[in-house]
């Protein structure tokens, strides 16, 4: 069951880009990258999803390694909206599951 | 933005006692999962379920927990006797295709906090 890693917990500066790493060295050919977040009292929110591309959307860019044993979240410009629980999913390896995430902490 | 909803914000019940969550989906997705996610706890997967039927459901998911789309906008999750142990947050989530496939996404509904007493 291929797993997830992402560090506990990470600061950024308000306006200043933010690099959420995602280590999955035991992913499948088939298993699609997801990150979501959640929001303080909020329910998970889906931010953006990949399987070998780099992927942009207008909330974040995901940048897949050419293995694909990691992968990056980028929020270009941190905002105190973005301060939030991120979480690296891999479906359908991950089924259902999520990990602990990182709490990403934004100071102005 | 079309966006799912669910009612209501907060229940409190008294142990042993019934209670139905409510969530409406997005109106053209046909996937729907209940999640629940005890305070500082992770996001633990309950159920999905597609065409009336239940498609996955995790060990959680006991004889306790039922679900039902009763019409064709709600999906609601019931838990027959409820415990202590069944407070936490619920959350409602409706994908356009399987998410457990990987290649679907899926909405999240602002949750109920259910407090059992």
């Known amino acids: 069951d291929a797993k997830t890693t992402q560090p506990n917990s990470m600061e950024s500066n308000e306006e200043e880009p933010v690099h959420l790493p995602c280590n999955h060295s035991?992913?499948?050919?088939?298993?699609?990258i997801h990150w979501y977040r959640q929001l303080p009292s909020q329910g998970p929110e889906y931010v953006i999803h990949?399987?070998?591309s780099n992927v942009n959307n207008r909330m974040a860019s995901l940048a897949i390694a050419e293995d694909r044993k990691s992968s990056t979240l980028i929020l270009h410009r941190a905002t105190l909206r973005d301060a939030a629980v991120y979480y690296c999913?891999?479906?359908?390896?991950?089924?259902?599951?999520f990990g602990a995430g990182t709490r990403l902490t934004v100071k102005p | 933005e079309p966006e799912v909803t669910q009612t209501p914000s907060h229940q409190v019940t008294q142990m042993g006692q019934e209670v139905i969550l409510r969530c409406v989906p997005i109106?053209?997705?046909?996937?729907f999962y209940w999640y629940r996610q005890i305070l500082g706890q992770k996001v633990e997967f309950l159920v999905s379920?597609?065409?009336?039927?239940?498609?996955?459901k995790s060990e959680i998911f006991d004889d306790q927990f039922s679900v039902e789309r009763p019409d064709g906008s709600n999906f609601t999750l019931k838990i027959r006797s409820t415990k202590l142990e069944d407070s936490a947050m619920y959350f409602c989530a409706s994908s356009q295709g399987d998410a457990g496939t990987g290649s679907y996404e899926q909405y999240f509904g602002p949750g109920t906090r259910l407090t059992v007493t």
């Open positions: 035991t992913i499948s050919g088939t298993d699609y």
């Open positions: 379920f597609y065409n009336n039927e239940i498609s996955e």
């Open positions: 990949g399987l070998t």
């Open positions: 109106s053209n997705h046909l996937y």
């Open positions: 999913i891999l479906r359908p390896s991950n089924d259902m599951r």
